[in-house]
């Protein structure tokens, strides 16, 4: 059992990436639900076109964390949050910035497969439809297709693009919401658990989907499989109680864990 | 990719916040608009209705002589109920204006004068008999169009012909007002008589008893049957056809025109039955029918909010079906159950067509005594009122609007406090 | 004495809720469960009852019993000469009757109980058993007797009379109506209401129906009261240790909610069957399709052989599919933009005013709208069309279908906001997810995905606006007239059935079964829209529970 009473803060710093390409630069990030605090002085690098997984006991804070990266967390009453986040160098909860491009930027899949009541066309042409991003339909074609064949869902669906999404298998839900999110080119796309409601088949494809998909895009994934993180992520943040314990590599994170919490958790002994 | 996604969202941002704000604007509109609507309706009933609270009323000093009241002395009921106290309320009015000779501008003249005076008077002397033989100061309503004419209503520049009052009419209760003769009072009648021809004799107490009456005996049928129907298909009944085909009605009574309860009631309640028409009792049985889908639905949400670990406890401990129901579930889901009856009890005293159906439309001039004689109800009073041409029932019906709000409020005001102070979260 | 166990007791405290519940919230919860507790249960068995044994309180109960079985029937027998009682008062002394028998069952419940064995039943439920037992029979002896005496008495009155007042002048019987009004008129002289000149016979008639009704009334007390205490003694005297009565009384109770419950199926069969039955007595006159596809409603000036071509009710159906449709033009977008501004937009402040405000919209009388439409909006509109020289009759459709949306736009908004928020939140975010606007998210994922529910809202409104008849009755027109012009007065099924009905009826004439014709075809329709809204409605609740 772990001491509850263990000061955590400043048990890592801030962990910095030096002379990486830098996605996000996160600054004393705290996240208050009314009056409950959420995350605690959380701050870290997160690099460009890799895989980072966000790893942690249920309630520590990872989900809020990631949903504070495209101000998800706007939508929840009484949500608060203090702090920089800075996306190439430019702060999103700064008042000019919009929060509607921002999302553009940074896409989101979610934990449930959640493809809109509507065609498989229709759910990836969304993004681009809002957004205005197709001059013609030809083109807007043709980001469907793309993106559907970069989510590895072209050859399943190609002869019913007009069937419902919802009527897909799960992990197809869940690779279709994927494509979605990459028909309007964001930059970023947070993953927060896709693969927590599939099966283990559907999982690796969707985990094989995530590696292909790392070379263009910056990935943050929160998962509460530690194989997981192990198998897709280049490095793995650890959350515990609103704490950023550590952040590292994944194979020294999973190896060589610097932190007593974090070796108790990768070693099963509390999670 | 060929362009910059990031320019062509920054391109067209400006054009969606526009549409956002456009579609805000509906929305908030579209809440105005019912809103504005909702007002315009309360101002036009408290416009047209606060002034028949208030009645015009004329004072006249009359010697009750009695050479007409009781010319023979005996003082007897009958002798004082009979006399003709109209011929002395008459010549009071005739004593004002000593001029007015001619039999034709005599009777214009005495128009002016209500029935009801001559009903008050004789209330007054047969309470007490010593009056006789005294001069009594008698302060009471004046007719509708003169009660109209001294509320503004009248609008004297039209050409005579067109008015209910000529001239000289209108010249006499202006004497009478310069003498200091006319005033204003509350208007009892309206809130102590039943409907009458004389708009200022009308008033909505028959109606209302009817509307009691009414509403007692949908209670009594509804609320017991309600709740032992929730009861039923919440705690007690089988997944089966019978529980769907049952489920189904109900669901499907809540949404049957209000109108088709009425045939029902006017069929069975009448013309199979051969209960009496106009009465408070098949009123009754018509709305229960029409509420019991309202009660049986609000008491079944009340008891599916009732945990299931009451029940498992109750049960866990060896209470029968029965006892778990009746002491431990059924008091928990009380105040649901009352909330919805409430509501159900104010759609009911609301409620018309059903009644015009079952012949409580009728003119009926007595207050009723029961649940078996012919009354009528207040929304149909009002209904009555609103069919008739003349500008003072208008006037009663705006009057027994408010007081049916009043009551709706009032009903609708205990519902939200009862779910107020019992809400519960499990 | 050795008393059986009590069975059953009040838990102090309900039992462990699983989940997140456990956590927080239950010692409040726990509290607020206390709070409401009763006092201490009264013991089951009270004090009182266990001295019944002795030979004093015996001899007491004794009497008390032959006092009750045989003083009560003989005075009503004695007093009823004398005093017509009233039902009302019969219910009352049976119900009081019940509370002592409930007593006198768990008494002799503990006595019967003396033995050994315990009783398989607390005494309650003896005591309810003989209760029941006293209620239920003499009640089902009265409901019947009450529901059968009016034809008795007059098939005995009618058939007292000579020949001579039954038969028309030439020797014929009379018809049903006439002897109905023959029954009237007596009925009117035994309730004092006596024409000076009526016939010695319908005298002598009144006078016997006033006898019936008197040895009817006093039959009545006298045998209510005697199958009461029959139905008491003999449970009574079943009552032993090892009678379930907890078991039976449950039955009853079950028993009755059940029909409770069933009485909604008896209400729509009641409702059918009057429908069914009166139309086609109805189309006995009129053809079906004349009535149906017939263009020409005048019902006022049907006579003679052509009277099928004055039910034609197309004007009608149109009138009301007018009317309904203003009606949905106006709450449609006005309750649909409401539900979502409320649910999506609005601060909780301006909520928390403006949606009970909108809310007394629907606890407003018909009536009350009526008297809106015929009296403010419908003048109003008049007038505003003089300004812009149309010519707007001062019944219009426009102004009744107007307030009409107005009274459903309540309905419509609670309806849509039911079904927008059952949208999960997991599309909405997947939508703002995506960089989308919150009206975007609204008018691309949400409304769709609650269409469903949305249409079947609308048709629940629809089936009300078809139905709504205070409104149209005071605003709407009388005259049946084919046009889809909104500033024309036209009429609607529901105006022609209470115009149908309303006033001196004479039974049997087809002007007053088309009513009921219009009824069925009302009932029909409603039915119909209901249904499949409700259909519709539960598919799309089931697709995202």
């Keep these: 059992m772990i001491d509850q009473s263990f000061h955590y803060e400043g048990v890592t710093g801030h962990p910095r990436l030096p002379g990486r390409d830098i996605k996000f630069s996160i600054n004393d990030v705290n996240v208050y639900y009314g009056p409950k605090h959420a995350l605690k002085n959380v701050g870290l690098d997160i690099a460009s076109r890799e895989v980072t997984a966000f790893i942690g006991p249920s309630g520590c804070g990872k989900s809020t964390f990631l949903r504070s990266l495209n101000r998800m967390n706007d939508l929840i009453d009484g949500c608060r949050v203090e702090g920089q986040v800075l996306i190439e160098g430019e702060d999103i909860y700064a008042p000019e910035v919009d929060v509607v491009e921002l999302r553009a930027r940074v896409g989101m899949v979610f934990q449930k497969p959640n493809p809109f009541p509507k065609s498989i066309y229709e759910n990836v042409a969304y993004g681009p439809r809002i957004h205005g991003i197709a001059r013609s339909r030809d083109e807007l074609d043709g980001i469907v297709q793309s993106s559907l064949e970069r989510a590895g869902l072209w050859k399943e669906v190609r002869d019913r693009l007009d069937a419902p999404g919802t009527g897909l298998s799960g992990g197809q839900q869940q690779r279709l919401c994927i494509a979605r999110a990459i028909a309007v080119s964001p930059e970023v796309i947070l993953m927060d658990e896709p693969c927590s409601a599939l099966d283990p088949i559907a999982t690796a494809k969707v985990e094989e989907l995530i590696d292909e998909l790392s070379g263009n895009y910056?990935?943050?994934?929160?998962?509460?499989?530690?194989?997981?993180?192990?198998?897709?992520?280049?490095?793995?943040?650890?959350?515990?109680?609103?704490?950023?314990?550590?952040?590292?590599?994944?194979?020294?994170?999973?190896?060589?864990?610097?932190?007593?919490?974090?070796?108790?958790?990768?070693?099963?002994?509390?999670? | 990719m060929p362009r910059n996604i990031t320019?062509?969202?920054?391109?067209?941002?400006?054009?969606?916040?526009?549409?956002?704000?456009?579609?805000?604007?509906?929305?908030?509109?579209?809440?105005?608009?019912?809103?504005?609507?909702?007002?315009?309706?309360?101002?036009?009933?408290?416009?047209?209705?606060?002034?028949?609270?208030?009645a015009t009323e004329l004072t006249l000093s009359v010697p009750v002589t009695a050479a007409v009241v009781d010319p023979e002395g005996t003082r007897a009921e009958a002798t004082l109920s009979g006399a003709n106290y109209r011929k002395l309320v008459l010549d009071a009015l005739d004593a004002q204006f000593p001029d007015v000779q001619d039999r034709i501008e005599r009777r214009k003249l005495h128009a002016i004068v209500s029935d009801g005076?001559?009903?008050?008077?004789?209330?007054?002397?047969?309470?007490?008999?010593?009056?006789?033989?005294?001069?009594?100061?008698?302060?009471?309503?004046?007719?509708?169009?003169?009660?109209?004419?001294?509320?503004?209503?009248?609008d004297v520049s039209q050409p005579e012909s067109l008015r209910r009052l000529n001239d000289r009419?209108?010249?006499?209760?202006?004497?009478?007002?310069?003498?200091?003769?006319?005033?204003?009072?509350?208007?009892?009648?309206?809130?102590?008589?039943?409907?009458?021809?004389?708009?200022?004799?009308?008033?909505?107490f028959g109606a209302l008893m009817g509307s009691l009456y009414t509403l007692l005996v949908t209670l009594a049928l509804s609320f017991p049957m309600g709740v032992a129907a929730a009861v039923y298909l919440e705690e007690y009944a089988p997944r089966n056809r019978l529980t769907d085909i049952i489920e189904v009605n109900i669901n499907n009574l809540a949404a049957v025109p209000s109108i088709v309860f009425g045939l029902l009631g006017l069929a069975i309640f009448l013309g199979f039955f051969g209960l009496p028409r106009s009465a408070?009792?098949?009123?009754?049985?018509?709305?229960?029918?029409?509420?019991?889908?309202?009660?049986?639905?609000?008491?079944?949400?009340?008891?599916?909010?009732?945990?299931?670990?009451?029940?498992?406890?109750?049960?866990?401990?060896?209470?029968?079906?029965?006892?778990?129901?009746?002491?431990?579930?059924?008091p928990?889901?009380?105040?649901?159950?009352?909330?919805?009856?409430?509501?159900?009890?104010?759609?009911?005293?609301?409620?018309?067509?059903?009644?015009?159906?079952?012949?409580?439309?009728?003119?009926?001039?007595?207050?009723?005594?029961?649940?078996?004689?012919?009354?009528?109800?207040?929304?149909?009073?009002?209904?009555?009122?609103?069919?008739?041409?003349?500008?003072?029932?208008?006037?009663?019906?705006?009057?027994?609007?408010?007081?049916?709000?009043?009551?709706?409020?009032?009903?609708?005001?205990?519902?939200?406090?009862?779910?107020?102070?019992?809400?519960?979260?499990? | 004495m050795k008393l059986p166990k009590a069975r059953v007791s009040r838990p102090r405290s309900p039992p462990e809720v699983e989940g997140a519940d456990s956590e927080n919230g239950r010692p409040d919860r726990r509290e607020a469960f206390s709070r409401k507790e009763p006092g201490p249960r009264k013991p089951r068995f009270p004090e009182a009852s266990r001295g019944k044994d002795s030979a004093v309180s015996r001899f007491i109960a004794f009497s008390f019993h032959c006092g009750l079985f045989l003083v009560i029937p003989a005075s009503v027998l004695i007093f009823g000469v004398k005093a017509r009682m009233d039902t009302l008062i019969l219910i009352c002394v049976?119900?009081?009757?019940?509370?002592?028998?409930?007593?006198?069952?768990?008494?002799?419940?503990?006595?019967?109980?003396?033995?050994?064995?315990?009783?398989?039943?607390?005494?309650?439920?003896?005591?309810?058993?003989?209760?029941?037992?006293?209620?239920?029979?003499?009640?089902?002896?009265?409901?019947?007797?009450?529901?059968?005496?009016?034809?008795?008495?007059?098939?005995?009155?009618?058939?007292?009379?000579?020949?001579?007042?039954?038969?028309?002048?030439?020797?014929?019987?009379?018809?049903?109506?006439?002897?109905?009004?023959?029954?009237?008129?007596?009925?009117?002289?035994a309730n004092g209401l006596v024409p000076v000149d009526s016939p010695a016979a319908l005298m002598e008639a009144s006078a016997y129906k006033d006898r019936l009704h008197l040895l009817g009334n006093r039959g009545t007390w006298a045998a209510c009261l005697a199958i009461a205490l029959g139905g008491t003694a003999w449970a009574l005297s079943r009552i032993t240790p090892v009678l379930r009565t907890r078991n039976k009384v449950e039955s009853v109770f079950r028993a009755f909610i059940l029909m409770c419950s069933g009485l909604a199926i008896l209400t729509t069969l009641g409702i059918v069957l009057s429908l069914v039955f009166e139309s086609l007595r109805f189309f006995a006159h009129v053809s079906v399709t004349d009535f149906l596809f017939g263009l020409h409603w005048s019902p006022q000036t049907a006579t003679g052989p052509d009277v099928s071509k004055s039910f034609g009710a197309v004007p009608l159906f149109a009138g009301t599919f007018l009317i309904a449709g203003i009606a949905l033009v106006v709450a449609v977008p006005i309750g649909l933009m409401s539900a979502i501004y409320m649910s999506e937009y609005a601060h909780p402040r301006f909520r928390a005013v403006a949606k009970p405000l909108l809310e007394v919209l629907a606890?407003?009388?018909?009536?009350?709208?009526?008297?809106?439409?015929?009296?403010?909006?419908?003048?109003?509109?008049?007038?505003?069309?003089?300004?812009?020289?149309?010519?707007?009759?001062?019944?219009?459709?426009?102004?009744?279908?107007?307030?009409?949306?107005?009274?459903?736009?309540?309905?419509?908004?609670?309806?849509?906001?039911?079904?927008?928020?059952?949208?999960?939140?997991?599309?909405?975010?997947?939508?703002?997810?995506?960089?989308?606007?919150?009206?975007?998210?609204?008018?691309?994922?949400?409304?769709?995905?609650?269409?469903?529910?949305?249409?079947?809202?609308?048709?629940?409104?629809?089936?009300r606006a078809i139905g709504e008849t205070m409104i149209v009755v005071m605003a709407a027109g009388m005259a049946a007239r084919l046009t889809a012009n909104p500033f024309e007065a036209v009429t609607t099924v529901t105006v022609q059935i209470v115009t149908l009905l309303v006033g001196d009826q004479e039974f049997d004439s087809p002007k007053t079964l088309a009513a009921f014709a219009l009824g069925l075809v009302l009932f029909c329709l409603t039915l119909i829209m209901n249904i499949v809204a409700l259909y519709v409605v539960r598919k799309y609740r089931e697709q995202y529970d």
């Design chain 3, 94 to 189: 049976i119900l009081g009757l019940a509370a002592v028998m409930y007593r006198m069952g768990m008494a002799r419940a503990l006595r019967v109980g003396d033995g050994t064995r315990p009783l398989h039943s607390t005494p309650v439920y003896h005591g309810l058993y003989v209760a029941l037992w006293c209620v239920i029979p003499s009640l089902a002896f009265l409901l019947l007797w009450l529901m059968f005496e009016p034809a008795i008495v007059r098939g005995l009155v009618l058939a007292s009379l000579p020949d001579s007042v039954l038969s028309g002048p030439d020797g014929q019987p009379l018809s049903a109506q006439r002897i109905q009004l023959i029954y009237t008129e007596i009925g009117n002289v």
């Design chain 2, 280 to 330: 408070p009792l098949v009123g009754g049985l018509v709305l229960s029918l029409m509420t019991l889908p309202t009660i049986i639905i609000a008491a079944r949400v009340a008891l599916q909010s009732v945990p299931p670990s009451i029940r498992e406890a109750a049960l866990g401990i060896g209470a029968s079906k029965m006892q778990t129901v009746l002491h431990h579930v059924l």
């Design chain 2, 117 to 154: 005076a001559t009903y008050d008077l004789r209330e007054k002397v047969m309470a007490n008999p010593a009056l006789i033989g005294t001069t009594v100061t008698l302060t009471t309503p004046v007719a509708s169009d003169f009660d109209m004419l001294a509320k503004g209503q009248v």
């Design chain 2, 332 to 426: 928990l889901a009380l105040p649901g159950i009352m909330t919805g009856t409430i509501i159900g009890m104010a759609r009911a005293l609301g409620e018309t067509a059903p009644l015009l159906m079952i012949g409580m439309v009728a003119f009926i001039a007595d207050t009723p005594e029961g649940i078996l004689s012919p009354s009528t109800v207040l929304p149909v009073q009002i209904y009555i009122w609103a069919d008739s041409p003349e500008r003072a029932f208008l006037e009663r019906m705006s009057a027994a609007i408010i007081i049916l709000l009043t009551f709706l409020v009032i009903m609708n005001t205990a519902a939200v406090w009862l779910r107020r102070k019992f809400e519960r979260k499990w």
């Design chain 1, 218 to 271: 910056t990935i943050i994934i929160v998962t509460h499989s530690m194989q997981q993180a192990a198998r897709v992520s280049q490095r793995t943040a650890f959350f515990h109680l609103g704490y950023l314990i550590e952040c590292e590599q994944t194979d020294v994170i999973f190896m060589n864990p610097q932190h007593p919490l974090t070796q108790g958790y990768i070693t099963g002994r509390f999670g």
């Design chain 3, 363 to 463: 606890g407003i009388p018909t009536v009350v709208y009526g008297f809106f439409a015929a009296l403010a909006i419908a003048p109003l509109f008049r007038s505003l069309g003089e300004q812009l020289g149309l010519d707007v009759s001062s019944e219009s459709a426009l102004a009744a279908g107007v307030v009409m949306g107005v009274m459903i736009v309540p309905f419509v908004s609670s309806l849509s906001d039911d079904v927008i928020s059952a949208v999960p939140r997991s599309l909405r975010e997947g939508s703002l997810g995506l960089g989308a606007t919150k009206s975007e998210t609204i008018r691309r994922v949400v409304i769709p995905a609650a269409l469903p529910g949305i249409v079947g809202g609308v048709l629940l409104a629809a089936s």
């Design chain 2, 169 to 204: 009419q209108i010249g006499w209760f202006n004497t009478l007002k310069e003498r200091g003769l006319v005033s204003f009072g509350l208007d009892r009648n309206l809130f102590v008589n039943a409907d009458s021809r004389q708009p200022e004799l009308a008033g909505i």
């Design chain 2, 7 to 54: 320019d062509i969202v920054r391109a067209g941002l400006k054009k969606r916040y526009r549409a956002e704000a456009r579609f805000r604007l509906y929305g908030i509109t579209a809440i105005l608009a019912a809103l504005v609507l909702l007002f315009t309706l309360f101002v036009t009933i408290v416009s047209q209705g606060a002034s028949a609270f208030v």
